[in-house]
């Protein structure tokens, strides 16, 4: 079955952390990436893994505070979130496929996402 799963997304103060992950079993040999979505704004690639775990690339945004990674024993990839701020709010999905070969990924072309995970960055 394709299919998605997200977790870990929850409540966190600005400058906190969060560890996002996805169950990506049906597409271990696929890159895989995250991308969120807030109220009123545009949906943002956010990151995006290469099949290998090898290479992985970022939106501007985030660069320097999210790291992306994946476990392929546990057919698993994270999305470790620090020092979050309100702007970095909304639904975490993670996505099939993505372009990790490009300075950005990109926030369209996506065939599969799971049901997504909210993260809410407030004091």
């Known amino acids: 079955q394709l299919r998605l799963a997200e977790s870990g997304g929850g409540l966190v103060q600005p400058g906190g952390s969060l560890r996002l992950s996805c169950d990506a079993s049906?597409?271990?040999?696929?890159?895989i990436g995250w991308f969120r979505q807030a109220p009123g704004k545009e949906r943002e690639g956010v990151s995006c893994?290469?099949?290998?775990?090898?290479?992985?690339n970022y939106a501007d945004s985030v660069k320097g505070r999210f790291t992306i990674s994946r476990d392929h024993a546990k057919k698993t990839v994270h999305l470790q979130m620090n020092s979050l701020k309100p702007d970095d709010a909304g639904v975490y999905y993670c996505?099939?496929?993505?372009?990790?070969?490009?300075?950005?990924?990109?926030?369209?072309?996506?065939?599969?996402w799971g049901q997504g995970t909210q993260v809410t960055v407030s004091s």
């Open positions: 049906a597409f271990e040999h696929k890159p």
């Open positions: 893994i290469s099949a290998s775990g090898g290479t992985s």
């Open positions: 996505a099939v496929p993505c372009d990790w070969m490009t300075k950005n990924p990109g926030s369209t072309g996506y065939d599969y």
